[in-house]
């Protein structure tokens, strides 16, 4: 009889453990996918940040561009010179190198946003990805639990003699 209560105990304690392994995992994958989502939330402030700074640096860029201009213009009028020829030539070089950097400037912010939001995918994809790995090592827990237990409760039995007689294994009888 006590051969029956330790089987029991041992498919119950199996049973538990699987349980428990389950429970575990999916708090962990949860937990990554957790701190996987935050970080690309970080990451994907940091990239409007980048974008505001471009909207930003371009509009005083452009407030400067016109100022810039129109100092130039002044020069060019107190040195009693009109705006065409040579100095024409000058106003318009000078408003197309303004309008380049310009221009540059806003590429290269473009592509640290950019740069930002691919990090902020790639830190989704590894979270769930560490996700499914606890996923999997749960899963595993669970299954040698299982066997733990089921295995734990046929060695009683096989030392009481029920394992042979019940022919669970497949042998013809002893």
Request: net charge positive; no cysteine.
């Given at each position: ?66 100022k ?51 990090a ?9 990805l ?45």
């Amino acid at each position: 009889m006590l051969q029956f209560v330790q089987a029991g105990l041992s498919l119950a304690q199996g049973f538990m453990g699987a349980k428990s392994a389950k429970r575990q995992a999916r708090a962990r994958a949860k937990q990554a996918r957790a701190m996987a989502k935050y970080n690309a939330s970080v990451r994907r402030q940091e990239a409007q940040s980048i974008v505001d700074t471009m909207k930003f640096e371009t509009a005083r860029a452009y407030k400067e561009k016109r100022k810039a201009l129109a100092e130039q213009q002044v020069a060019i009028g107190k040195a009693g010179a009109t705006m065409s020829g040579t100095g024409l030539l000058l106003a318009l070089e000078s408003a197309k190198n303004i309008q380049t950097d310009i221009l540059q400037a806003r590429r290269n912010r473009f592509l640290q946003a950019q740069s930002k939001e691919q990090a902020a995918k790639i830190t989704e994809y590894e979270g769930e990805l560490q996700a499914r790995g606890a996923m999997a090592e749960g899963r595993a827990a669970a299954r040698s639990s299982l066997l733990s237990g089921f295995s734990g409760a046929i060695s009683p039995l096989m030392e009481y003699g029920l394992g042979t007689s019940l022919n669970i294994f497949g042998k013809e009888g002893e």
